[in-house]
């Protein structure tokens, strides 16, 4: 009796195994394997990735990037410069993320995870549409994970949604996806400032040398004072940190009225900019250049030194000639200061 006992509790425990052997393998084969990568074919290729194509909730067109002698330009924006630095972040996510496990093929279940299809006007999820030569591969990126790390994505053509193993950051904002940085010049730098307007008017601001604190009201008349330092050197970094709000091809727009700004700063090299208010956009256009003596007749040191503002000088020109700028009021204001402007008002007589 003990041993025929013996002999079925042992066939139960192996019919047991048996049964759990067959499940996971039978689950094993449904899972993608941890670490393979979502898009295999793509990642071999990234780089030759020609077009980019992001789509949120009823199919609206967010940002479509195309490369163009190898810059990325912006369609929704007159082909403006796009935001390499995010687009290629974007690119190496999608070229190195892995599967974890796969989800839900139904598509009743699909708006739980953000992946269901974005022609949907309540879509959760944004469409990613990458082209190389005549192929296109859509990736639909939902949800992020709840209580653990990743994100839900289902490839357009694929019934299977699947979990990676890290976040994309895919903004349903056209401006994100634009270079919106101008040109960042520090007050530091900045030696002069001078704002001519188009009835004659003129104002300056200057600095002698890099040492000099606050900048010198040039033109400054007997009796009147200046309403602060502040607003004085506000004026030196009027290019810091200038970010455009909008942008549309310069020869759009008339310039006959604009208010002209020219920006020395010590290194020699001069920025002109030139503002127009077109009913209540503020637009500006920029042309930076280098107007000292022909660097073929300078000292060794000083020929390398001009030679890196002239290159500094181009690298700007090539971003922002033929282009305006709409730009903050804030900005705008300090650019067409008169000098009445910064002084205090006079005294009642």
Request: glycine share 6%.
């Amino acid at each position: 009796m003990k041993r025929s006992f013996f002999y079925l509790t042992a066939l139960t425990l192996l019919a047991l195994l048996a049964l759990w052997m067959l499940t996971a393998k039978n689950e094993s084969s449904q899972d993608p394997v941890v670490s393979a990568l979502l898009l295999p074919d793509i990642s071999r290729q990234i780089n030759d990735v020609s077009r980019v194509e992001i789509l949120s909730a009823g199919n609206k067109t967010v940002a479509t990037m195309v490369k163009v002698d190898n810059r990325w330009q912006l369609e929704q924006m007159a082909g403006y410069h796009a935001d390499w630095p995010r687009l290629q972040t974007l690119l190496a996510t999608l070229a190195q993320v892995s599967v974890l496990e796969s989800k839900t093929d139904k598509p009743e279940y699909y708006a739980r995870l953000g992946v269901e299809d974005i022609s949907a006007e309540d879509a959760g999820g944004v469409l990613v549409k990458l082209s190389i030569g005549d192929q296109t591969t859509g990736i639909l990126i939902g949800h992020q994970a709840r209580g653990r790390p990743g994100q839900y994505v289902r490839l357009q053509d694929s019934a299977a949604s699947v979990l990676v193993g890290r976040s994309l950051d895919v903004s349903t904002r056209t401006m994100d996806w634009a270079d919106s940085g101008i040109v960042d010049i520090s007050a530091s730098e900045v030696a002069e400032v001078e704002i001519i307007h188009p009835q004659g008017e003129r104002l300056m601001v200057m600095r002698i040398s890099a040492d000099q604190t606050d900048f010198d009201l040039v033109g400054l008349a007997q009796g009147r004072e200046i309403k602060s330092s502040w607003a004085v050197n506000s004026m030196g970094s009027v290019l810091s940190m200038l970010n455009m709000e909008t942008v549309q091809p310069a020869d759009n727009i008339d310039w006959g009225d604009a208010v002209r700004m020219r920006l020395l700063m010590f290194s020699g090299m001069e920025i002109m900019a030139e503002m127009v208010d077109a009913e209540g956009e503020y637009l500006l256009r920029l042309h930076a250049g280098y107007p000292a003596a022909d660097i073929a007749d300078q000292q060794e040191i000083e020929r390398r030194a001009a030679e890196d503002v002239l290159k500094n000088a181009e690298d700007i020109n090539q971003k922002v000639v033929g282009w305006a700028y709409g730009i903050s009021k804030q900005k705008f204001d300090v650019m067409v200061n008169k000098l009445e402007d910064l002084l205090k008002p006079l005294e009642p007589q």
